[in-house]
């Protein structure tokens, strides 16, 4: 079986390429990655020495390269990681978002089209569903949810899985999508809200909480998701969506006073800051549908999951440590500059 992962050198990628390499001894995993300021091969330094392993840099949105690539090498699966995912650099610089969120997976569709490939798994998210009030706790996601999108990578994954779904409707093509809500774990990068927090609380920084921190977010460990797209690509239909997610909804300032306390920093380091603009409420997935089908079940409580995640940032300082002494700066002081000082 030989298995394309794009965007293999980002968080969720990365560590499928480590799970999938430790299950299937026999499997051959090719990881196509542009190296974006997201992408690190830091990530992958273990699996370097494994002979079933590839590295390939390359730009998913690129036509020519993309459809030799599928024809030189007729990878029986393609997993689809490669985005731009974070919301509030979509909301500096949305146009990027459909370079590669949008057409990006277009050209991965028509490569894995025209070189007849087993399955096309699409890595999504719950954002396209918009979100929930906060006072209907009774309310989740189902795979039915109208798609209903509020920022510019929300809408760019919508218009990616619509492409997906057009494809298999279209032209056959044998595609799953998988909509998992917000993962945390190891090689994280550090612009997402957890390990922002960790190498701030560690540094004795000040934390920057969007609004009150009443945001609501469900949140999984990475392993958790990579077991479920495992099972999706192996026995999940196709034309399906299969929504991912574990049950562990905290709000954001639940979150963060949870990392003080395990970090044994004092919450006065938390600064309320001016809130992202079309901040998304609450999102709660129901994952009955892979439960039921495919018999998934997350590993990792949050409880758990979240002390060993503070853990590994403890024993892998210079791993987030080269991230922030690098061009992570300058998208640091343009997204928290004014916030940090109207907060
Ligand atoms: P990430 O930003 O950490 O990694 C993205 C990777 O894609 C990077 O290695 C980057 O170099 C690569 N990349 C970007 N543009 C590319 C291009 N044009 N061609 C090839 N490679 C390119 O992202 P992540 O958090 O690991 O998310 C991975 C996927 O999972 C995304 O599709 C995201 O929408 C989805 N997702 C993320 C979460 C989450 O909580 N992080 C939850 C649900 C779904
Ligand atoms: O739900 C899945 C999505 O989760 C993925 O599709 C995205 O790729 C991923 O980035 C994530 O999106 P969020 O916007 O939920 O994640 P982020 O870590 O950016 O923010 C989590 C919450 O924390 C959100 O309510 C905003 C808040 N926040 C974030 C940052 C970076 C803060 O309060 N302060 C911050 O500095």
Known sequence: MKILVTGGAGFIGGNFVHYMLDKYPDYQIVNLDLLTYAGNLETLKQAEANPNYTFIKGDISDRGFIMKLFQKEAFDIIVN????????RSIMNPGIFVTTNVLGTQVLLEAAKETGVKRYHQVSTDEVYGDLPLDRPDLFFTEETPLHTSSPYSASKASADLFVLAYHRTFGLPVSISRCSNNYGPYHFP???????????LADESLPVY??????????????????IDLIIHGGNAGEVYNVGGHNERTNLEVVKTILRELKKPESLIQYVTDRPGHDRRYAIDPSKLERELGWKPKYHFDTGIRMTIQWYLEHESWWKNILSGDYKNYFSQNYRERLEQG
Request: a negative charge; proline letters at 3%; hydrophobic letters at 40%.
């Open 211 to 228: 609004g009150k921190g009443e945001n609501i977010r469900d949140w999984l460990h990475v392993e958790d998701h990579c077991s479920a």
């Open 191 to 201: 612009e997402k809200m957890i390990p922002l927090m960790i190498s701030r609380a």
């Open 81 to 88: 990681f490669a985005a731009e995912s974070h919301v509030d």
